[in-house]
């Protein structure tokens, strides 16, 4: 599964440059929004702290070429399996209970943030068959995906807000590590506070999420394996006579789960290298 460039299929994607009196850095801002196949380019210069954390509020919407069609195909069985137990959709505390503290805060959950979206086109939802381990596995692609999503917000403002504090570039994804490394030892000000306190608060959020990705990386050549299991066994496993009559569907979503767990596991080992 080819994963798309993160640059390039965000909706906003912010690149802060060295040198500012108010902020520690020129934060030139870039955004660029994606819509019916245009792609509309914004420039903005944040003058103070309250505009560069405005902006940094700005959610991605996906890393993953398959997440658009998870979402659709979720759709699709959650209309046809009118029988089955309605689909469920992941929050934050479900990736971890280490993050359950930071659910629904706007500064820090990513995932409600981007499933709130209008033009979103993968909400964290998961369809629920009826059948325990088809729903299981469900399940855990959608978390998969939460907090490889979770982990690359978190990540992107980290260097943003390192950038504040060190005045280097901001880096990409590559580069997290590395960026929050030297704004750790960084000198706080009057006039780069605001920036070190909310750097302060991703980096906890970073470590928190990081132990998480590395856990996912490990055991990723088992989750598939799990996935391709089912597809093997649908036929004899998947009994009710409703649901039979949806059996390719179901098959094609656990294909593209698999795909959502490779290309989650891909962008978080990029991140923690």
């Given at each position: 599964m080819q994963r798309r460039a993160l640059t390039l299929f965000i909706p906003l994607f912010l690149i802060a440059i060295p040198a500012c009196e108010s902020l520690g850095i020129k934060a030139n801002i870039t955004s660029f929004k994606s819509m019916n196949g245009k792609t509309?380019?914004?420039?903005?210069?944040?003058?103070?702290?309250?505009?560069?954390?405005?902006?940094m509020g700005e959610v991605a919407t996906d890393f993953s070429d398959v997440a658009k069609e998870v979402g659709k195909t979720t759709s699709e069985l959650a209309k046809a399996l009118v029988e089955a137990p309605p689909p469920g959709k992941v929050k934050l505390g479900d990736v971890s209970p280490a993050l359950m503290k930071y659910?629904?805060?706007?500064?820090?959950?990513?995932?409600?943030?981007?499933?709130?979206?209008?033009?979103?086109?993968?909400?964290?939802?998961?369809?629920?068959i009826g059948?325990?381990?088809?729903?299981?596995?469900?399940?855990?692609?959608?978390?998969?995906?939460?907090?490889?999503?979770?982990?690359?917000?978190?990540?992107?403002?980290?260097?943003?807000?390192?950038?504040?504090?060190?005045?280097?570039?901001?880096?990409?994804?590559?580069?997290?590590?590395?960026?929050?490394?030297?704004?750790?030892?960084?000198?706080?000000?009057d006039e780069n506070k605001d920036a070190g306190a909310y750097f302060k608060d991703l980096d906890a959020m970073w470590q928190l999420v990081g132990v998480q990705g590395a856990q996912l990386v490990a055991k990723t050549a088992e989750l598939?394996?799990?996935?391709?299991?089912?597809?093997?066994?649908a036929p004899s496993s998947i009994l009710n006579p409703k649901t039979v009559l949806h059996l390719d569907l179901i098959?094609?979503?656990?294909?593209?789960?698999?795909?959502?767990?490779?290309?989650?596991?891909?962008i978080v080992g990029e991140m923690i290298g």
């Open positions: 509309e380019v914004k420039h903005r210069e944040a003058k103070n702290w309250a505009e560069f954390e405005d902006a659910e629904g805060n706007e500064r820090f959950d990513f995932v409600d943030a981007a499933s709130k979206k209008p033009d979103a086109p993968y909400d964290f939802s998961y369809v629920r059948v325990q381990s088809y729903d299981d596995f469900f399940k855990t692609a959608a978390e998969v995906y939460a907090l490889a999503f979770q982990m690359a917000e978190t990540g992107r403002r980290l260097r943003l807000t390192a950038s504040a504090l060190t005045g280097e570039e901001a880096g990409d994804e590559a580069q997290t590590e590395s960026a929050a490394k030297k704004a750790r030892g960084a000198q706080v000000n598939v394996g799990k996935g391709q299991a089912l597809i093997t066994s098959v094609e979503g656990l294909e593209q789960s698999i795909g959502l767990i490779k290309d989650s596991a891909s």
